[in-house]
């Protein structure tokens, strides 16, 4: 059986493993009581995530596919200017905390630590595995939108961590917005490894400004997702092959 002619399948059977490594992983960390999610970023390396991030790397070398989900330079050295906005945005972010008073380095050596391993772990699943098999069978602009809503609905399982399953449909709100441009930028550059880096700085900037649910990310939030779509929107809908051969730009 040659696996690499149904990726979606195998990309959602891997899905559900990450998802109970990460969950999973998380509830047993805390012991099943509720804990903030600062608190837990601030404290602790997370383990579930860390352990998520060696078996997705796992996977991704036994299938031979790190050229599939995206681990590789740009398509074109000049697309890279599609990520001045949301450096902007994260210039700004960083302006803020470093005018704040910023954590002691231990617990800021946890938050980058934590922020990054999420980044990668999150990249890798959504705009890496999730998208390369969705678009080998729904097209690749049907598979924006299905990465974004599973990011999105994922986060409400936070709830189960922090005990304020109303919080957590508000971060999942904000992360199926983030979800839509942040694979935009992955369709328009075809590659993960800079998403995985706004995606870090994006969330630990957040935890360390205090900002992650307030109201500088809702206005940022809605900017990009917008600019997501303005990347988009010369994309025609076609059903792309494994290699995304048949991506077409008008």
């Not at 509720?34 to 608190?39: H, I, N, R, S, V």
């Not at 990249?123 to 939108?145: D, K, N, P, T, Y």
């Amino acid at each position: 059986m040659n696996i690499s002619r149904k990726p979606w399948p195998i990309s959602l059977g891997i899905f559900t493993i990450w998802l109970i490594i990460v969950v999973g992983g998380g509830l047993l960390q805390v012991r099943g009581k509720p804990t903030q999610l600062d608190e837990l970023v601030k404290s602790q390396l997370i383990f579930g995530v860390i352990f998520a991030v060696f078996f997705l790397s796992g996977v991704i070398t036994c299938l031979n596919w790190w050229d599939q989900i995206g681990w590789k330079g740009p398509n074109n050295s000049r697309n890279l200017r599609l990520l001045c906005l949301p450096a902007m945005f994260l210039l700004f972010l960083l302006v803020i905390a470093l005018s704040t008073d910023l954590p002691p380095t231990r617990i800021l050596l946890i938050v980058i630590i934590n922020t990054l391993m999420v980044g990668i772990s999150e990249e890798l699943m959504f705009r890496g595995l999730l998208f390369h098999g969705a678009s080998s069978s729904f097209g690749i602009w049907r598979a924006v939108w299905i990465t974004a809503v599973i990011f999105g609905s994922v986060h409400t399982l936070n709830g189960l961590i922090t005990g304020d399953f109303k919080a957590s449909v508000v971060q999942a709100f904000f992360a199926g917005m983030f979800g839509v441009w942040a694979v935009a930028l992955r369709v328009r550059l075809d590659t993960v490894i800079p998403i995985i880096i706004i995606h870090w700085l994006w969330d630990c900037l957040a935890f360390l400004t205090g900002s992650s649910q307030g109201l500088v990310l809702l206005l940022f939030s809605f900017v990009l997702f917008f600019y997501g779509i303005w990347l988009l929107r010369s994309f025609r809908s076609t059903v792309a092959p494994v290699d995304h051969a048949d991506r077409v730009w008008e």
